[in-house]
């Protein structure tokens, strides 16, 4: 008696098996969209075209303009005028203190100005910053420097950067 309910229960979970092979294999045919039947031929895309069919050749639209509208070049970004003028002496009586000179610039094609010692770029070294595109600046100069390079750099309303510099001795 024992081995015949061991039979059942073989038997009974190889139908529950069987059963649970062809669920999964139907499932899995549902959501297997691009699997294909033997005899079935595959399409060149799934889309679908909305236009009719005809044998007359499609036509070309006409070219259009694609020239841009021409602007103004815009103005060059310099200093064209600063002083003192290179070399020159900052005016120390001796080499304690500091000795103040006035730094004037004129700019072309700028917004703002910065004023840096001994530095080639002044925005990102600035002694003085939002200075007017052009005017001018009393700086102290170190007296103790032997020289130093004062850098004016101006910055067009775009970003871009012009810089000036000129060395001051003692």
Not at 15 to 37: E, N
Not at 135 to 141: K, T, Y
């Amino acid at each position: 008696m024992a081995e015949k309910s061991g039979q059942k229960i073989v038997t009974i979970g190889l139908v529950l098996g069987l059963i649970f092979i062809i669920v999964f294999l139907a499932i899995g045919s549902i959501f297997a969209k691009d699997t294909l039947l033997p005899g079935e031929e595959t399409s060149p895309s799934n889309s679908q075209s909305t236009a009719p069919a005809t044998d007359e050749p499609s036509q070309t639209p006409e070219p259009t303009n694609t020239e841009s509208p021409t602007t103004e070049p815009s103005e060059k970004l310099e200093i064209v005028k600063m002083t003192p003028a290179d070399g020159s002496f900052a005016g120390c009586s001796g080499t304690f203190g500091t000795q103040e000179v006035t730094i004037t610039w004129e700019s072309k094609g700028a917004k703002t100005a910065f004023i840096g010692l001994d530095t080639d770029n002044a925005k990102a070294q600035p002694l003085f910053s939002n200075l007017p595109a052009s005017g001018s600046q009393v700086i102290d100069f170190p007296c103790s420097f032997g020289s130093s390079v004062v850098t004016v750099t101006v910055e067009s309303s775009s970003g871009d950067l012009a810089h000036k510099s000129i060395t001051l001795t003692n």
